[in-house]
């Protein structure tokens, strides 16, 4: 079966860190770009963070930049999202893309509360 599982969600104070990962399934994700976004309520969907299939490439969102970072390990099947310094307005469900071209994936997304 085809899909993308995100885990490492929760509850985590302000100036906390989680780390969320991505783990896809019935296909390999090396050659698919990986991003992540993020959806809080009544906001659209925004990306957070892109990282080609290589590895060689990355970007942010211009809020995350220099709290969040994307890594991947093809090996694994897994992509990940180290969040630091987390603040009350990075409360969202986050979730986990490939994109290939026109072929798009998406996993169900975990939700991340930042809250005291």
């Known amino acids: 079966q085809v899909q993308l599982v995100e885990s490492g969600g929760g509850l985590v104070q302000p100036g906390g860190s989680l780390r969320l990962s991505c783990t896809a399934s019935?296909?390999?994700?090396?050659?698919?770009?990986m991003s992540w976004y993020r959806q809080a309520p009544g906001k659209e969907r925004e990306l957070v963070g892109s990282?080609?299939?290589?590895?060689?490439?990355?970007t942010y969102t211009d809020s995350v930049k220099g709290r969040f970072a994307i890594s991947r390990d093809n090996a694994k099947n897994t992509v990940y999202l180290q969040m630091n310094i987390l603040k009350s307005e990075d409360t969202a469900v986050y979730y986990c893309?490939?994109?290939?071209?026109?072929?798009?994936?998406w996993g169900q997304g975990t939700q991340v509360t930042v809250s005291s």
């Open positions: 990282i080609s299939s290589g590895g060689g490439s990355k």
């Open positions: 893309n490939a994109a290939r071209g026109s072929l798009q994936r």
């Open positions: 019935g296909f390999f994700i090396g050659a698919y770009d």
